[in-house]
C-alpha cells in the first residue's frame, strides 16, 4: 500500500474520501467539527502540493434520497473558513455532466465538495457504473476515510478499479500503524476491555480476541448474556437470548487458549433507567427479580484495574454501563482513568468510549484514540479492511 506521500500529485485530478460523517443541530450547524480536522493535514498537503482536490463523504443515512437535511453544504462553509484563500465549491450532486464540468476546470490547489455519496443507493451496494462515474477523469485516488474502510461501498472500494493510482491518507495511515501495532505484534500482557449493548457486532473481536489477547474484560450490558450463559439469575438485566450459546462457545474456546474473561463481580442496579437511581449494588446470584443492571460496581472497578495496571498493551471499546446516565457512569469513566494512568500502548474505540475519555479529561493519555469504532472493530477482528485491501 502507498501513502500520500509517496504519490505524485501535482496538476492531477485526485478523488480524495474522507469522513464528513459530522452532526448536524436543527439548523444544520457542525455540532462536532473533529472529523473534519482530522482530514485537515491530508487536504492541506494535497493543495499545497498542487492537486486539483474532489473530495467526497457520507453524512448521515440518506437511504439514496436526495435529503437537504443530509447535505454536505454546512462542510463546504466550514472548509472555506478553515482553508482561507482557497477556493472550496460545493458541487450540486455527486456524478453527472455538471459535476464532470466543474471536475474539468477545476485548478490546481483547488478544492471541489461533491455532494452526500449516499444520496445514491448504488454507494451502499458498491456498483461498478456508478464507481466508474464517480472516478470520472481522475487520475489518483487517496482514501482518508478509516471510518468507512469496512465497508465495501463505491467510494471507498468500487472506485479504486477505475483509478491507476491508489493511496492511503495521513489519517488512514496513523490509523493502520497503530491498530497493527497491537493486531500483529501486541506486547504482552495484552487486555482487552468490551462493553457496549450487543454481542451481535463484536462476536468476530470476541472470537480474534480469544486467541490473541491474555486477558478479556467483558462489561457493559453484554456480561450479562455471558452471565446468564454460565446459569446466574440477572433479573431485568438486558440479555440477548439467542446469544447464549455463543457466549458459552466463547468462554470455552478462551478457557482451552488459557485466555482469562473476567465478568463484572458486583453489579450497580437500578429499577428502572427512567428513574436515574441506584436502587442498591450487588454482589451476588442471583440478582433480585425486579431490578437491572446498568453499571459495574466498585469491587469490579478495582480487579479491572489490577489487570489494566499491569498490562503493555490495551485495547477498549464500549461503555461498562449506562454511562449517559451520571449515576450510571463511575464505572466507565473510572476505567477511562485508569486506562490513562496505566503506561501500556492503549488504543480507544467507539463513539462511547471516547466521550468517556473526554468525560474524564484523560484523551491526551490514550496512546491512539481511534476515528471509527466499527472500523476499528473490525481492524481488530480480522487485520485488514476491504477499504484498505482495495489500496493495495
Ligand atoms: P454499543 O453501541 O453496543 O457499544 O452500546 C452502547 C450502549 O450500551 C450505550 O448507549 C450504553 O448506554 C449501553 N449500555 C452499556 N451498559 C449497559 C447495561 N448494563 N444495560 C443497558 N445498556 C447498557
Not at 24 to 30: C, G, P, Q, Y
Not at 37 to 49: G, H
Not at 300 to 306: F, G, L, N, R, S
Request: charged share 25%; proline share 5%.
Amino acid at each position: 500500500m502507498k501513502f500520500t506521500e509517496e504519490i505524485k500529485v501535482k496538476g492531477q485530478l485526485v478523488f480524495l474520501r474522507v469522513d464528513f460523517n459530522v452532526p448536524l443541530d436543527e439548523n444544520l450547524k457542525i455540532r462536532d467539527e473533529t472529523r473534519i480536522k482530522a482530514s485537515l493535514p491530508t487536504i492541506k498537503y494535497l493543495l499545497e502540493n498542487g492537486a486539483r482536490l474532489v473530495v467526497a463523504s457520507h453524512l448521515g443515512r440518506p437511504k439514496g434520497q436526495f435529503n437537504p437535511k443530509m447535505s454536505l453544504k454546512p462542510v463546504a462553509e466550514r472548509l472555506r473558513e478553515m482553508l482561507p484563500g482557497t477556493t472550496v465549491i460545493m458541487a450540486p450532486d455527486v456524478i453527472g455532466p455538471e459535476v464532470d464540468r466543474l471536475k474539468t476546470s477545476l485548478k490546481e490547489g483547488e478544492l471541489l465538495l461533491l455532494e452526500n455519496v449516499r444520496f445514491y443507493n448504488q454507494e451502499t451496494d458498491n456498483e461498478a457504473d456508478f464507481s466508474k462515474k464517480l472516478a470520472a477523469g481522475c487520475q489518483v485516488f487517496v482514501n482518508d476515510a478509516f471510518g468507512s474502510c469496512h465497508r465495501a461501498h463505491a467510494s471507498v472500494v468500487g472506485i479504486t478499479a477505475y483509478i491507476p493510482e491508489k493511496a492511503a491518507g495521513f489519517l488512514l495511515k496513523k490509523e493502520v500503524e497503530h491498530l497493527s501495532r497491537i493486531t500483529h505484534h501486541p506486547e504482552k500482557p495484552y487486555v482487552a476491555i468490551l462493553g457496549g449493548a450487543k454481542i451481535e457486532d463484536k462476536i468476530p473481536v470476541l472470537e480474534s480476541l480469544v486467541n490473541k489477547a491474555d486477558v478479556l474484560l467483558i462489561g457493559g450490558a453484554m456480561a450479562y448474556t455471558f452471565l446468564k450463559a454460565q446459569g446466574k439469575g440477572v433479573g431485568q438485566s438486558l440479555v440477548e437470548e439467542d446469544k447464549l450459546k455463543i457466549a458459552d462457545s466463547i468462554m470455552k474456546k478462551a478457557e482451552d487458549n488459557g485466555v482469562k474473561i473476567i465478568l463484572p463481580l458486583d453489579h450497580v442496579l437500578t429499577s428502572s433507567l427512567d428513574s436515574q437511581e441506584i436502587e442498591m449494588v450487588a454482589d451476588s446470584y442471583p440478582l433480585p427479580d425486579n431490578l437491572m443492571a446498568v453499571d459495574i460496581g466498585p469491587k469490579t472497578i478495582a480487579e479491572y484495574e489490577k489487570y489494566i495496571k499491569s498490562a503493555r498493551t490495551i485495547f477498549w471499546n464500549g461503555p461498562l454501563g449506562v454511562f449517559e446516565v451520571k449515576a450510571f457512569s463511575s464505572g466507565t469513566v473510572e476505567i477511562a482513568r485508569a486506562v490513562a494512568s496505566s503506561s501500556a500502548f492503549s488504543v480507544v474505540g467507539g463513539g462511547d468510549s471516547i466521550a468517556a475519555i473526554h468525560q474524564a479529561g484523560v484523551a491526551d493519555r490514550i496512546s491512539h484514540i481511534s476515528t471509527g469504532g466499527g472500523a476499528s472493530l473490525e481492524f481488530i477482528a480480522y487485520g485488514t479492511l476491504p477499504g484498505i485491501e482495495a489500496l493495495k
